[in-house]
């Protein structure tokens, strides 16, 4: 324990994300190494209770993983709210049942040794892989924004453009997809710009809700009809004419987003009116 490093969340860590955790596998491997010769020797106890202690040291392990993959999400996103469940801390918990379990009823030590191993584990696992993220990262929200509004809202938007991305593949027109890529490019910057200022979204939320929207839908019926080989010079001009129209749209929605909109007010005006009034002020 004396060379266990405290986790901090905010460090460089120059591992391979895929090498993260890879400790908590290791750590059971004697146990599997005595299961082999409980099976060997026919030692029913014995292979009901090292099969039962590897596969939870296998469990926590996978929970922890699930819970490093989040946290890499989180750590990476402008914009995140703390992970609901908290695998990390699930992980844990496992990991000291599993150590406990397999101090006192696989080795046979003593329950005070026991316990004491397990909150050895418990600590060591707090101290090397720290526990879950528990506080949103939301920024300063202005009267009438949630936060809940803006992550669904970008996520969704975010969605969206995976699609429109995957669709591409099935459209092999230069011309268009290179009308596409512009388009993803500049909605990717619109998204970013609302993570960094969270309180842009009442002036982003069309964009993302009706012309992105109907972006996705159009692309999609456009794809399945080149799959089809329905496509002809005018409906190519049609939707070409869309993506110019959509790419117009972004570019006048950049602006928004650098200008001082009084819509914005205006919704933080009306949000506090009905506030003031719930409050009988």
Same mark, same amino acid.
């Given at each position: 324990?004396?060379?266990?490093?405290?986790?901090?969340?905010?460090?460089?860590?120059?591992?391979?994300?895929?090498?993260?955790?890879?400790?908590?596998?290791?750590?059971?491997?004697?146990?599997?190494?005595?299961?082999?010769?409980?099976?060997?020797?026919?030692?029913?106890?014995?292979? !009901?209770?090292?099969?039962?202690?590897?596969?939870?040291?296998?469990?926590? @392990?996978?929970?922890?993983?699930?819970?490093?993959? !989040?946290?890499? %999400?989180?750590?990476?996103? !402008?914009?995140?709210?703390?992970?609901?469940?908290?695998?990390?801390? !699930?992980?844990?918990?496992?990991?000291?049942?599993?150590?406990?379990?397999?101090?006192?009823?696989?080795?046979? #030590?003593?329950?005070?040794?026991?316990?004491?191993?397990?909150?050895?584990?418990?600590?060591?696992?707090?101290?090397?892989?720290?526990?879950?993220?528990?506080?949103?990262?939301?920024?300063?929200?202005?009267?009438?924004?949630?936060? %809940?509004?803006?992550?669904?809202?970008?996520?969704?938007?975010?969605?969206?453009?995976?699609?429109?991305?995957?669709?591409?593949?099935?459209?092999?027109?230069?011309?268009?997809?290179?009308?596409?890529?512009?388009?993803?490019?500049?909605?990717? #910057?619109?998204?970013?710009?609302?993570?960094?200022?969270?309180?842009?979204?009442?002036? @982003?939320?069309?964009?993302?809700?009706?012309?992105?929207?109907?972006?996705?839908?159009?692309?999609?019926?456009?794809?399945? #009809?080149?799959?089809?080989?329905?496509?002809?010079?005018?409906?190519?001009?049609?939707?070409?004419?869309?993506?110019?129209?959509? %790419? %117009?749209?972004?570019?006048?929605?950049?602006?928004?987003?650098?200008?001082?909109?009084?819509?914005?007010?205006?919704?933080?005006?009306?949000?506090?009116?009905?506030?003031?009034?719930?409050?009988?002020?």
């Amino acid at each position: 324990m004396a060379q266990t490093k405290r986790y901090q969340p905010n460090q460089n860590n120059k591992k391979p994300f895929f090498l993260k955790g890879i400790l908590l596998y290791l750590l059971p491997l004697p146990i599997l190494w005595t299961l082999f010769f409980a099976l060997l020797n026919g030692d029913f106890t014995g292979i !009901i209770v090292n099969g039962i202690a590897y596969a939870m040291f296998l469990l926590g @392990a996978s929970i922890a993983r699930r819970g490093f993959v !989040i946290e890499r %999400e989180y750590k990476n996103s !402008i914009l995140a709210k703390a992970p609901k469940i908290k695998y990390k801390s !699930i992980a844990s918990i496992v990991v000291t049942i599993a150590t406990f379990f397999t101090s006192y009823f696989a080795t046979a #030590n003593g329950l005070f040794l026991s316990i004491l191993l397990g909150l050895v584990a418990f600590v060591g696992f707090y101290l090397y892989y720290g526990l879950d993220p528990r506080v949103d990262k939301v920024g300063e929200l202005d009267i009438g924004v949630s936060a %809940e509004d803006v992550i669904e809202i970008t996520e969704k938007a975010k969605e969206r453009i995976s699609n429109i991305k995957k669709l591409q593949h099935a459209i092999s027109d230069l011309e268009v997809n290179t009308k596409l890529d512009a388009i993803i490019k500049e909605t990717q #910057n619109v998204i970013r710009s609302v993570e960094k200022n969270p309180n842009d979204l009442s002036r @982003a939320r069309k964009f993302f809700n009706v012309y992105l929207h109907r972006t996705e839908k159009i692309t999609g019926e456009y794809a399945s #009809n080149v799959k089809n080989n329905n496509i002809d010079a005018k409906m190519k001009a049609n939707y070409l004419h869309l993506l110019e129209t959509v %790419e %117009e749209t972004i570019e006048q929605q950049k602006e928004r987003l650098n200008e001082d909109d009084i819509t914005r007010l205006d919704v933080q005006i009306e949000a506090l009116t009905k506030q003031l009034k719930n409050e009988g002020v």
